[in-house]
């Protein structure tokens, strides 16, 4: 469901009038427009992005670098300021503020010392400053577009994880064209993709949110009784308190302002419709020092022999099977997106893994998998659930049912992961739990996968020791087994090599990320031990789904 705040800032009897009419009825020139409803969002109903005197939005129009500024200054509210000599030619125009609080925040950083406001904004530094001003980091690398080459160092990154992300959708002829100036409507687009809801005013706001809800009101908020898919985030200019009470947050709390939120603890809801958000569920605390992790697992056998790894000293492990892939082993395929593994080791499969993210970039949020199929997918792993790495609140995939089921009836062998952030044995022995319930009224026939990840100090795993991390990830494990399920671990190096013991792990399948694209060097996985997955790339393109996809191998020995 799709849910807006009350509209702002017109007066009430011109708010009636306009819920009588069409969205797009408020600009003579957006009628028949393909941003009309989100031009009616962000200009009549949340003022980010106005229209012009005569009644008209002038949706094609371009826009320059400081009434480019002014928008985002408008969005995020930023409220320091740079010295008004940072650039030689602001001082006095009109934008000037605006340009000077981006500049301070790190968003517009100008060309040799000038802010050129007036310059028409192109498509590749809009989005390179949208990226900027969101904390947006440049995980993915490799850009989707027939006019790559086109593009700046600068921009490569941001544009391509952009789009990775679902956030660019007005490039469906395959280029991108980053150098054409970029129009009010694919400004309004890149942002509604973004933001679902934006809560502008000190308020109450108690209503579900299938996507991000960004806060943004300088004197804060409060959210109660419900649940948001996506991220909440808190801009820079709330100064004010922002209170969470039972609020579940499937993403992230991204968090700019100097206000720590306040948050009382989730408690269940009643169960929602197929495919809308489903119950939350209390994390557990346990009294006392709780399930040690000499009570799940027996470290792993080492060798005597250790590998040096982020200026440390790894442990070799006895029972870890050593990497039997090399270079040479795999080569592109015709449309550069998918690796083929030209070896004689192994037979392999080729597989995706999705989640809500892939749901929402696809039409009517949903998965042809039968087109995924015919285009040469042989398993899938579908997200079912996550904790949330800030709130620690457990919740499912707003899609997995669907998901499970159209990939498993169009003869896609199907697996599940689960996006963990377990500190205790217990909550992984919760998260389990979690996802078994999920489980029961679905058939599945793949495997079952623990991701415990953790990117740096936001993550509430950070600093768990890796004794714990390892006795969270087999406690998962066991339980799974239990119900009859296969488990897998899923863990980038630094978990692999730092946070888990391998022998301890190795009884388990193995689920290993590490991307490449067409500027790899190494085109092969390049950890130390041998994988029975291996995603290499979130970057890939496949019929049925809209935005880009992780793209996977499976390695089954002959």
């Not at 082993?329 to 690796?339: A, H, P, Y």
């Not at 893994?353 to 899938?380: C, H, L």
Request: glycine share 8%; hydrophobic share 40%; charged share 20%.
């Amino acid at each position: 469901m799709h849910i807006r705040l009350p509209k702002r800032l017109l007066a009430a009897a011109l708010a009636g009038a306009l819920a009588m009419t069409p969205v797009s009825a408020a600009f003579f020139d957006t009628e028949a427009h393909w941003a009309a409803e989100a031009i009616a969002k962000w200009s009549e109903e949340y003022q980010i992005i106005q229209g012009y005197e005569d009644g008209t939005f002038r949706p094609d129009n371009s826009i320059t670098r400081g009434a480019f500024a002014g928008i985002l200054d408008r969005f995020l509210k930023f409220q320091v300021q740079a010295p008004a000599e940072t650039f030689s030619d602001t001082a006095g125009t009109y934008w000037e503020s605006a340009i000077l609080k981006l500049n301070a925040a790190g968003i517009y950083l100008g060309n040799n010392g000038r802010a050129l406001p007036s310059d028409t904004i192109t498509r590749q530094q809009a989005v390179t400053m949208i990226a900027r001003a969101f904390g947006i980091d440049a995980l993915t690398v490799s850009l989707p577009y027939l006019d790559a080459e086109q593009f700046a160092e600068y921009a490569q990154g941001p544009v391509a994880e952009m789009t990775a992300r679902g956030y660019i959708t007005d490039s469906q002829d395959g280029y991108f064209r980053p150098q054409t100036p970029i129009t009010r409507a694919e400004i309004v687009s890149i942002l509604n993709n973004m933001i679902q809801v934006l809560v502008q005013e000190p308020v109450n706001y108690s209503a579900d949110v299938n996507g991000t809800l960004m806060i943004n009101a300088e004197s804060g908020a409060s959210l109660s009784d419900m649940t948001v898919t996506g991220d909440l985030i808190l801009a820079p200019g709330i100064s004010g308190p922002v209170t969470l009470n039972n609020v579940a947050v499937q993403g992230a709390i991204r968090n700019f302002s100097g206000v720590e939120p306040t948050v009382f603890q989730v408690v269940p809801t009643d169960p929602a419709q197929p495919g809308e958000i489903q119950t939350p569920v209390i994390p557990v605390t346990p009294a006392g020092p709780g399930i040690q992790p000499s009570e799940v697992y027996t470290p792993g056998i080492t060798t005597g022999e250790t590998f040096e790894y982020d200026k440390r000293q790894i442990p070799v492990y006895a029972d870890a099977e050593p990497i039997q892939l090399y270079q040479g082993d795999f080569m592109w395929n015709d449309t550069g997106d998918r690796l083929i593994y030209t070896g004689n080791r192994f037979r392999t499969r080729f597989g995706i893994d999705v989640s809500a993210y892939q749901n929402r970039a696809s039409a009517n949020e949903t998965i042809d998998w039968e087109a995924v199929a015919a285009d040469g997918v042989e398993f899938a792993m579908v997200r079912i659930g996550l904790r949330g790495y800030s709130s620690g609140g457990i919740n499912a995939d707003a899609y997995y049912a669907r998901n499970i089921d159209g990939a498993m009836a169009a003869g896609i062998e199907t697996g599940v992961y689960f996006f963990a952030q377990a500190i205790t044995v217990e909550e992984a022995i919760e998260e389990a739990d979690f996802v078994i319930e999920l489980l029961r009224d679905h058939e599945i026939n793949g495997p079952v996968a623990y991701d415990w990840e953790m990117h740096d100090s936001t993550y509430r795993v950070y600093g768990t020791t890796p004794e714990m991390a390892t006795a969270c990830a087999v406690a998962f494990c066991k339980r799974i087994a239990e119900a009859g399920y296969t488990p897998m671990i899923y863990a980038g190096t630094y978990v692999s090599y730092v946070k888990y013991d391998q022998g301890a792990i190795a009884p388990y399948l193995s689920w290993y990320p590490e991307y490449k694209s067409d500027s790899s060097e190494k085109l092969y996985p390049t950890i130390r031990y041998q994988m029975d997955y291996w995603q290499f790339t979130s970057n890939c393109s496949i019929a049925g789904i809209g935005g880009r996809v992780d793209a996977n191998i499976q390695f089954i020995p002959w």
